[in-house]
């Protein structure tokens, strides 16, 4: 990536608004993000997310309260014949939209660390065909490599 010519001295600004930083402060931990991961998976009941992150209950609990205050995850109660109330937890829109990040992350492990070829597949359920993360300018179809970038300083409103 190259940065427009008003950005060039890095010295003269500091990202202080980063919003990468600010996605990995919210996903700050491997459980975190791993209960995110179970989420896309289905899994939506605590203890299944205790039995499949294989962390600690209270992680798990500190993961879910932080992923639903900032809006990842909602709860809704559901309660099964004889037994109390308690909780599921589904991915609200903005942890949907965190997808790409997720699938992009499981593509680049599958490439650089499992030889190419990972444990699972991810496919469009009505084609069977590969589904497949990749940065483009809007409307275009072909890949963009970072040196196609420039980084533009954005308007502040």
């Given at each position: 990536m190259q940065f427009e010519e008003r950005l060039q001295d890095r010295g003269r600004w500091k990202p202080d608004a980063c919003s990468a930083a600010k996605v990995l402060d919210l996903l700050s931990t491997k459980t975190s993000f791993l209960v995110v991961r179970e989420c896309f998976y289905?899994?939506?009941?605590?203890?299944d997310f205790v039995d499949r992150v294989g962390a600690s209950a209270p992680a798990i609990s500190r993961a879910l309260k932080q992923l639903e205050s900032a809006g990842i995850i909602s709860r809704l109660p559901y309660r099964e014949p004889g037994r109390r109330a308690r909780d599921e937890y589904r991915l609200?829109?903005?942890?949907?939209?965190?997808?790409p990040i997720f699938l992009a992350l499981v593509q680049w492990g599958d490439t650089h660390l499992q030889n190419g070829r990972g444990p699972l597949?991810?496919?469009?359920?009505?084609s069977?065909?590969?589904?497949?993360?990749?940065?483009?300018?809007?409307?275009?179809?072909?890949?963009s490599r970072s040196s196609d970038i420039e980084i533009r300083a954005n308007a502040r409103k």
């Open positions: 289905g899994t939506a009941r605590f203890e609200t829109a903005a942890g949907e939209d965190l997808l597949a991810f496919v469009d359920a009505d069977g065909r590969e589904v497949r993360v990749c940065v483009t300018a809007d409307g275009d179809r072909a890949p």
